[in-house]
Each structure stands twice: as structure tokens, then as C-alpha cells.
């Protein structure tokens, strides 16, 4: 690997996909769209290349893919290089370069565990939904730059350590999901695609007020320096009138709790969901709701633990309403994208409850299970925009008994459907398993909101079940789904690494888990709980190191509600 | 800068010299005109193009001459500063890019006259004054010089009675609204004894309390400036205004008299800082209400202009906010704070934004037909989509969306107001943001989700100069928005009160 690029690399994993949408934009032609025949008939304007032949689409939908495996090939980089010893904070950090000297704010981008694994769902499935793309025929390069200009917002959320950075790339995803779901999408799309811009964008401004309200209180824009213990913003901010903290927590939670999103500020997400196109849905689930739980991680508890502990139990109680409504209400759609969006809500009920234990189990499971969700849901959403594409119809009593017509489609399906559902040696097991169990001993939350985020699991099975005997068991149902065709070897191509990694953490989860042993304490110890001694709190992977114990003492107390 | 040794020229002259060429430009088109060209060629927009370079010049020069020194001229009635300096280039570039969309547009309307030109640069000129003034007399100039100029803009177009209309309308509010200005300056002039901004600020600070005479003074003052920036609810013209000027004038007024208005007014005001007690609330309430209500206004527009001037409402509002957040100030050096920075980089942001709006709709009215109404976009990204492409980024800028400049305005606005304690006004202003993105939203869509219907917008003919302008905007919107620092550099450069 070149030096330039070893030396940078986080940069080049978040702008590499940038560097491929402007090469789409300059080198290649508008491609003809291929099915709307009525479109020859556009007068382009003045001095507008004449359509040209469909070989361009297909050259833009290459260069594509082979761009976005590029860039995931370069995240690969991280994974192998990551280390995982205990202790450790940020790593391939870039910067801090000055960015706007005026205001201390600074390009400054680093990762650790947790943003890796996130940064990897990000490339992967990205990788994967241009793979998928290649079904789209209309305005094929609006399409692909929009994708990579989605990949590198995202992927550069999961990597600032600046405050404002850190809202730039979030605010920037809006706009390439924006068009995604407004120009490729359903029926109701333009609705779809401004409610779920309003929605969001009213969220993050009140943080941006936050933002702004700690730079003016701290004079830093770098959560590093204000979560350190011993900085000077650090201790500024611990100056902060709890009053106004607690402000402050609610601006950040607020954007936050809108993305993830948190019962009752949800209704954006069954629409922007079923009215997305494919890659869309699979996006928007599999990545863009985890930004708002990776936020909660990453800044609104270490800046504000003692509010977040006291805000616990609120977040905890929206989160089990969220398990048992989503599931409630996915039971009774009748469409299936909508009961995959529904199963969404309950599925980040429980990232949530995990993060809001605040114990390492919790906290473990709640970044395992956003990964497994990415792997579970987009495989899911993927499945039905097949299904979709050959019926053109998502409705459950369209189909029925088809698992005799498509029998390789049904065994991929349920594979899906089980690491929904949490089935052992699936990947959706070891998340909720290691959240129930974080949730259960701690002392924040215990047993009773276990007990109750259990029935979420029970529910899963019912409505995915249910889902899958409707649409693949018993006798065929309709004369005209005897003609629907099995998976392409392109579909199975797009499915097959899901898969594989569906049982890969199912499996042999430790794997994965040793990245997020390090994060975890840091965030635990930020959060001022580093020192709470649990006995049951010992999943043996998880050693605390003699380093980090001493690092535990220079702690300031901070008095626990 | 080219060292040109103005040393003996005294700092009188030099301080009037961006100005008396625009003054000296504006009366050789007019003879030329006469005598040669006669309105058939290009020649008054490229003179008046080399000129706006000129003056720009000679304002850099000015700067890296005195601004350091924070010197007056002309008996301290105009003042040399960074205020002055980046106010006098916004409205430069305001005026460079209004010629270039004036050349595309009134060739294709066959409104090809030089006296456009003559009138722009006087007006420019006018606005000019109303930053450097020192003095409220100097600024009551300098704004008659800018309105008068623009009344006749409003009725270039004299085939139609719609920019008639508008012109009456404009001006006889607008006469109105100097009448109430010069009025309260009097009643200024009568507690503070003198109009100069100085010995009004020593005043003031000498000053415990506030007498109802002054009260009512800057509440006139701030009804004859307000008018003039379009706050509500002095906004009565604007819509009718911006929706029958002819489109160019509309692209220039809008920016051009923000400019001087916002600027007039962060003199005025900052010069009435220790007084703040007393308009403080006049102020805030004038912000929350431009921006609430020019933005539900705007959202049931479905001409074009008529939302762009219910948003130009709004932003005037996000303006106020930068005013209201002016500290007291206690010190000689004046206007240095994070307030006044941020409301000109938001003018500045404000100008590509418009420009850029603006000239997307003069670039897709072909000969003798108009771009009127939100529809007329239907499908733009399909038929057109660098234009259309383009005025997405004006959208989202004026939305204030990341990565853009008018984030990065907007973002600095933010920071004035909590800094100085206006935390209300700007949830207010974060809240009312939302509101504004819809509506903004909608133009995007109406171009990128639709599918044309009918006739689709084609582009102007002859349109390279309104070509140049898209660019040089979207170029700005997005470099600034992506790396501000230069430009907020020029504004605190060896600025010892600023952080």
C-alpha cells in the first residue's frame, strides 16, 4: 500500500467513494433510460449530448461496483490493522487539521471498535446495494452518484471526532437519501422523501444549537478533548449548570432518538422505508439508524453521563414501548416491506436498551446487534425487493405456497427471517442474547425491563413466522405465481456473503466482539460506571487490563443518582 | 494588491475613490450611449464589468492601507474598517454578478438599454455609502442614492404593467419609509445632539437610561431601515415588488439593499449598544417575526419569485438575530465581534445564494418568455440537469444545509447568539429553519422527482455571461461551504477584539 494512502487511510475509506462520484459525474455520458420509451422524445437543452446507447448505463453501473469494492476493500485495510489490545482509544487518527482556525474547529477523524464495525457494515452493504442497483434503468447515473455520495456521508459519521464535522457528514446523508427515495422510489414518494428529510433535519438543528451552546461554554469542538478527563474543556463542561446540561442532553438525544428512531418519534420510518427503493430501504435500515445509536455512544453520553443516567429509566421505558409496538404493529401489515420496517423499530428498541444499561454486556450487544440488524433486516428488505421485482406487489396475500415454485428463494428467506428472530447460532441470537443479559444485571435497568423487551423476541417469531407461512408454506394460492422464477445467480451473489455472515457471528461471535472490548470500557469509564463492580458482569472475554484499572482512579468522582 | 503608490493622494479622496468610479464609469456609458454605441452592443456591461474590478481594487487597497488604523474620513462622517471594506466587496460582487445576469436578460426581454447600467452602479454606489457612513446623514444619502436608482430598476421594464405597478408601489412605501427615517434621526439628533456615529456612541455610554424621545428616535429609525432590509412587518412590498420587477433587478435589489440596510444597521445599532436595554426587545421581536412568518408565508407561494422574496423576508430575520446579538460595547474599536462577522459572511452567503437562485430562473426564460411559476421546473433535472443540478445547491445553501455556505452562515449566527446570551431567538431561528427547508424542498423536487410535462424550460439563447454567474455562485456556495476560513479571515484579520 502506498504510503500516502497507509498514512491517511480513514480519509481515504470516507472520500474514496466521493473521488468515484465525480469521476461518474465528469467522465461518463447521461445513459439512455432503457424501459420509458416515451423519454426518446425529451428535447434536451441547448448543446446536451444526444442519448446514447445502453453500454453506458452498463459502464456506469461497473465502474461503480468496481469502485465500491474497492472502497470496502480499503476498509478491509482497517479491520486487519485494527488493534484490538485493551486500552486503546482512537485509532488511524487523521488529524487535527485546522479546518475553520476562527472557531477551533478541526478536521480530526479517528475510530475505534465500535465506529470500525460500523464503518465495515457501511462499505459492505454498500458494496452490496450497488450490486443490487444493477435492476435500476432509470436515470442510472444520478442513481450510483448519489450512492457513493450516501457512503462517504456516512461512513465519515462514523469517523468525526469533531462537533461539527460530526454534523456536517450527518446532515449531508440527508440529501443523497433525499433524491434516493424521491426519484427511485414508490408510489408515495415525494411524501416519503420530504417527511423523512423535515423529520430528521428538525431533529439535528436543536443539536446544532447544542453544538454551538459547548463550543461558546468550552471553547472546543472536539469531543476527545471534551470527554478527556484533565483538559481544560473537559473541566469547563463540568462546570456547566446541570439545568442547562440537561438542555443540552435533551438537543443532542432529541436528533438522536428521531434517527434511531426511538418510540414515539418512529412515524417517519415506516414511510421512508416501504416508499424507498430497495437499496434505499436497505441503506436507510441497515446503516443510517445506526448512526443515531452510534450517536448516542459516541456523544451524548460520555458528554453527558450524569443525565443520561438520570434519563435512564425514560429511555429505557421508550424502549421496550418500541420492542413490543413495532412488534405489535408488524404483526398486522399486510405489506411486507411495512412489516419489515415495523420489525426495525423493534429491533433498535433493543440497541437502545442495551446501550441504556450502561453495562459492558449491554453495550456489547447493543453495537453487535446494530451489525447484525444491518445483516438481518437488509438481507430481509433485499428478499422482498426481489420478491417485489418479479410480482410487482409486496402484499402478503399476493403470494402463497410459493416455497414449492422457489425453493432456493424460501431457503435464503428464512435464513433472514431466523436471524430476525434471534434464532441460536444466527447472529441475531448473540445480539439480543448479550443485551437481555446486560439488561438483566444491571442496576439501572434489571429485570423487569428484560422481562418485558423478551416478549419482543416472542413476538418476532410470531409476525415473521406468521409472514413466512403465509407467503411460502401450504398450497399455492394464486395460478400466476406458478411462473415466478428463482434467484438469478446475481441475487444469490448479492445474498450468499450475508449469509456467510449471519452464521460467521452467530457462530464464532468472539471474532467480533474483541474490538468492541476496548470502546466499551472507554465509554463505561466516561460514562463515570468503570468502576462499578458487578459481579455478574463478567463475560470472560472481557478482561479490564491493570493499565485501565489505574486509569479507573484518576477519575473524578461523579456522584451516581 | 498592484503597489500603486497612493500616498499622496489624501485619505479623503482615497476613501471615495471605489465610489466616485462607479460615479465617473456611470457618466461615461451614459455619454457613450449618445454618442457611439447607441444600445446596440455589449459595450456598457463590459465597462461596467472592468469598472466594479476597478473599484474593487482600490477597496483592497483602502484596506491593506488604513482599515488596520480604523481611520475616518471627511470629518469623521465615513469610516475605514473591516465593516466597510467586506461590505463594499459583498456589493461589488453583488454588482458583477447583476451585470452578468442583466446581459443575458435584457437582450432576451429586448430591453437592451444602457441606462440599466448607469442606474445599477449609481445604486451600487448609494449602498456603498450606507456602509462606510459614519454618520446618520451620510447613511440617510447613501440609501436615497441606492432607492432612487432602484424605484427606476423596479420599472425598467416599461412595456409591462406589472414592474409599472411595482415601481409606484416601491416607491411611494419607500418614500414613506425615508421619511421615518430621517425623522427619528432628528429626534436622535435631538437627545444626542450630533448625528455622528461616534459622538453618538460617547453619548450613549454616558447615559443612564433612556429618555422616550430616544425611544422612539431608534424605533423610527429601525421602521425606515427595516423597510429597506424587508422585515416584517415592514415587508408589505416585497412580494409584489420582487414578483414585477423585471428579474434581474430583482436578483440585484434583493441582495444589493440587504447589504446596506444590515450593514447600516449593525452601525447604527452598535453605535447605540450601551442603550441596549432599550431596542433590544424591538429587535428580537422583529427577528422572530420575519423569520416565523416570512417562512409560513413562503411555504403556499407558487411563483418563484414570490417565495424567494418571502425567504429573502426570512433571512432578513436570521439577520436580525446577528443585530440582536451585538455586544455592549465598551471599547473604541467597534464592530469587531463575532455579531457583526457573522452577519456579513451570511450577507456574503446571502449574495452567491441569490445570485445563484436568481440567475437559474434568467437562464431558463428564453427570448420573450418569462420563468414565472415553481411548476415551470417540473422535470428540470431531466432536461437540463446542470441547471438544474445548480439551483438544488441554491436551495439547499438557503436552507441552510451542510456542506453549503449558507450552513456555514447560518452556523456562525448560531455561534454570535449564544455567545451573547440570545439562546432564545436562536432556537427560534433553528426551529424556524425547518419550515424553510420545506418549502425549499419543494423546488427540488418539483425539478429532480417530477417528470417533465409539455414544454420543458430551455435555456436562454445567448447565455454565457448568465452561465458564468451559475458558476461562479454554485463554485462559491460550495467552497465557502466547504472551506470558510478565507474569507473569515478577511474579516478578522489583525483584529485584536476578535477571538
Redesign the interface.
Known sequence: MPDTIAKHLLSWVIFLPIIGALILMFAFK?PQDEEDAH?HA?????G?VAPTTPNSANAIRNFTLFWSALTFALSLALLFKFDTSPGEKFQFVDGPF??????HVNYHIGIDGISLLLILLTTFLTLLSVGFSFNIKR?VK?YMIFLLLLETAMTGVFCALDL?LF??FW??V??PM??LI??WGHDR??FA??KF??YT??GS??M??GI??L??ATGSFSVVDLVSRGADAHQLLLGIKPQTMLYLFSAFSLAFMIKVPMFPFHTWLPDAHVEAPTAGSVILAGIMLKMGAYGFIRFALPLFPEQAKAAAPLFLALAVIGIVYGAVVATVQPDMKKLVAYSSVSHLGFVMLGIFSFTKLGLTGAVLQSVNHGISTGMLFFMVGMMYERKHTREISAYGGIKRIVPVFAAFFLIALLSSVALPLTNGFVGEFTILQGVYISPISGSIYAGIASTGMVLSAIYMLWMFQRVFTGPVTHESNKSLLDLTKVEIAVLVPLVALVFWIGCASPYWTKFLTAPVTNIQNDVGLGQMQLPEDGDPRVIIPKEQSKAGKEIIPIASN | MPAIDFSSVSVDTMMLMPVIVLWLTAAAIMLGNTFFWRDKRAWPAIISLVAIVVSALFCFNIRSTYADSMTTAFADSVKVDYVSFMGNIALLVTAFLSVLVAWTYLRNKGLNRSDYYVLLLLSVSGAMLMTDANDLIVLFLGLEILSFALYALVGFSTKEARSEEASIKYFLLGAFASAFLLYGISMVYGVMQSTNLDVIFAKASQMHGFSAMLLAGVGLLLVGLGFKAALIPFHQWTPDVYDGAPTSVTAFMAAAAKIGAFIALLRVFDALSPVKVAWLPAVQILAILSMIFGNILAISQTSLKRLLAYSSIAHAGYLMVAIASLPVSTTGHRLTGLASQSAIFYLFAYVFMTMGAFGVMVYLSPEGKEFQSIKDLKGLSRTNPVAAYGMMFFMLSLGGIPPTMGFMGKWQIFMSAVQNGQIMLSIVMALASVFAVYYYLRVVYMMTFEEPVGASPKAATSCAPVRSVLAISAFATIIFGLAPGWLISLLTVNNPAAK
Open positions: 447521461r423519454h425529451i428535447v434536451l437543452a441547448d446536451e485546522e479546518w475553520i482556525p476562527q472557531f436515470r444520478e461539527v454534523y456536517v446532515e449531508a440527508l440529501i433525499y433524491f424521491g426519484i414518494r415525494i422523501a420530504v428529510f423535515l433535519f428538525a438543528v436543536l446544532l444549537v454551538v451552546y463550543y461558546v
